[in-house]
């Protein structure tokens, strides 16, 4: 039997600084295929070429995935700035509107670092434009040289609300991640429940009230070696069983986590 298919929402880069592509880390088909035993299908996020409608019929579920350009600020009541850095608006016209979709119907989704990030601004939140800048918070962004064993080490414990989702699921009430993010939330969205912070307090795990569905997202990368990391691990199979369990019935996994 054909595997649930996971949308992988990724980012639009020029390669060679001139080639358009559309393109989402190997790591993400990996963890995608690998531990929560779907099929990873790369969508190209833009709006001239996929509908929410046609996303919402052919996957069952998605991974909104990192990736360096950043949200508009202007999907938060704010104006771009030179600290906001580069965008993908195409991405940003998909994903957003998927997000709330996914909310509503209980389709299931995974967001990580960007894709956290747009889950907070699709409902409603706010982004800081550089959280290293903010008083008594620690740089979260990734070794500029180094490795990618480096990039993505362990770098900072993430504590999680007693007995909430995270802490359920990882069976541990702090964990270690890795950390390659500039922005961070302001303002959580509406129905937005932070669920797990960093030592500075950045927040570091969300998840949405009274959704139907699964739709557990981190500010790290759990994408990495996610096969033999401790955490990494049950988010992607938890995510997988509400994928499976979507892909069935089209009713979410009555038991969601959160
Ligand atoms: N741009 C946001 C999100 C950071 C993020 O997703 N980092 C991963 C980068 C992977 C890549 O370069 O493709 C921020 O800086 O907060």
């Known amino acids: ?41 790369l969508i190209p996020a833009d709006p001239r070429f996929v509908s929410v409608a046609d996303l919402l019929e052919r996957c069952d579920g998605f991974l909104f995935t990192g990736g360096r350009p950043n949200v508009h600020p202007e999907e938060y009541g704010e104006p771009p700035t030179e600290a906001h850095g580069e965008f993908d608006r195409a991405r940003d016209a998909v994903a957003l509107p998927l997000i709330r979709a996914c909310v509503q119907s209980g389709q299931p989704f995974l967001g990580i670092c960007r894709g956290f990030q747009e889950v907070n601004v699709a409902m409603g939140g706010t982004l800081y434009p550089e959280i290293r800048e903010l008083p008594g918070r620690m740089n979260h962004r990734m070794p500029p040289d180094g490795t990618l064993e480096e990039k993505f080490e362990h770098r900072h414990t993430v504590s999680f609300t007693e007995g909430g989702p995270f802490h359920r699921l ?22 937005v429940i932070v669920d797990g912070v960093a030592p500075d307090g950045t927040p570091e795990a969300i998840f949405i009230a009274d959704a139907p569905g699964f739709t557990l997202s981190v500010q790290w990368h759990p994408e990495y070696r996610a096969s033999q990391d401790p955490v990494s691990r049950p988010l992607f199979a938890a995510f997988g069983d509400a994928v499976r369990s979507w ?3 089209r009713t979410p996994l009555p038991a969601q986590v959160a």
């Open 1 to 41: 039997m054909a595997r649930p298919v996971v949308g992988i929402i990724g980012n639009r880069y020029l390669l060679n600084d001139q080639y358009p592509a559309h393109a989402g880390g190997a790591m993400n088909s990996e963890a995608v295929s690998e531990v929560s035993d779907c099929m990873p299908l």
């Open 170 to 191: 990882m069976g541990a009430s702090e964990v270690m991640t890795n950390t390659l993010h500039g922005q961070g939330i302001k303002s959580s969205g509406q129905r």
């Open 247 to 249: 892909a069935q019935s």
